[in-house]
């Protein structure tokens, strides 16, 4: 069964930066999709960015241009940096694995989180 912890998050300002980590266990890891998700309070999980076991990405249009997604198959660990954080960026941040793009594109596609990681952006 996977396992995912995620770490990093935080209290910064807007314009500031953060760096968030995925470590997964219980899959193999090169053979996955990793995606990254948002929740924010009262709203709906949204996808925040997609990173192929190649290294291919996709991002929301909300975060593309601010945040970056990487991998490290060593760590079996993938990662977010954000940069030119906004205040709308606040929210409860998770990753999970996938076998497909399809499989990740909608969260609601996932019965088990990790704890998830608070970023909190203040103006």
């Known amino acids: 069964q996977v396992q995912l912890v995620e770490s990093g998050g935080g209290l910064v300002q807007a314009g500031g930066s953060l760096r968030l980590s995925c470590a997964a266990s219980?899959?193999?890891?090169?053979?996955?999709?990793m995606a990254w998700y948002r929740q924010a309070p009262g709203k709906q999980r949204e996808l925040v960015a997609i990173?192929?076991?190649?290294?291919?990405?996709i991002y929301a249009d909300s975060v593309k241009g601010r945040f970056t997604a990487s991998r490290d198959s060593a760590k079996n660990t993938v990662y977010l940096q954000m940069n030119s954080l906004k205040t709308e960026d606040t929210a409860v941040y998770y990753c999970?694995?996938?076998?497909?793009?399809?499989?990740?594109?909608?969260?609601?596609?996932?019965?088990?989180w990790g704890q998830g990681t608070q970023v909190t952006v203040s103006s």
């Open positions: 999970n694995a996938g076998i497909t793009i399809a499989t990740v594109y909608n969260p609601r596609n996932f019965r088990s």
């Open positions: 219980g899959i193999i890891f090169r053979n996955n999709v």
């Open positions: 990173i192929t076991s190649g290294g291919s990405t």
